[in-house]
Nanobody, 123 residues
Framework: QVQLVESGGGLVQAGGSLRLSCVASGRIFSNCAMAWFRQAPGKGRELVAAISGSDAFTRYADSVKGRFTISRDNAKNTAYLQMNNLIPADPAEYSC????????????????WGQGTQVLVSS
């Protein structure tokens, strides 16, 4: 099976930065597309950012464009989410996910999920 383990969450002041990491292991496809989702208390799960297996394409939710950056290191089977200028709307449980395809599409599915890491923002 596939294992995805997130780390890097924590408490940061508004305007600060955090970098989340997601390490994939197990029976994963090489260069699979990966994504970050978040779910705030009382709200549904939201797609935050996605990156193709080739590293050529990325997509972001409108709410995080210009502030968050998704990247990956395929040699380490790791995806990252750099979060800058955090605002009070950003606190949530952030989870990484892996697809079983390399390209990004509007109808793609993410088959494997991590356990999540908490992000909190203080004033």
């Amino acid at each position: 099976q596939v294992q995805l383990v997130e780390s890097g969450g924590g408490l940061v002041q508004a305007g600060g930065s955090l970098r989340l990491s997601c390490v994939a292991s197990g029976r994963i496809f090489s260069n699979c597309a990966m994504a970050w989702f978040r779910q705030a208390p009382g709200k549904g799960r939201e797609l935050v950012a996605a990156i193709s297996g080739s590293d050529a394409f990325t997509r972001y939710a409108d709410s995080v464009k210009g502030r968050f950056t998704i990247s990956r290191d395929n040699a380490k089977n790791t995806a990252y989410l750099q979060m800058n200028n955090l605002i009070p709307a950003d606190p949530a449980e952030y989870s990484c996910a892996a697809a079983r395809q390399a390209f990004l599409s509007s109808r793609m599915e993410y088959d494997d999920w991590g356990q999540g890491t908490q992000v909190l923002v203080s004033s």
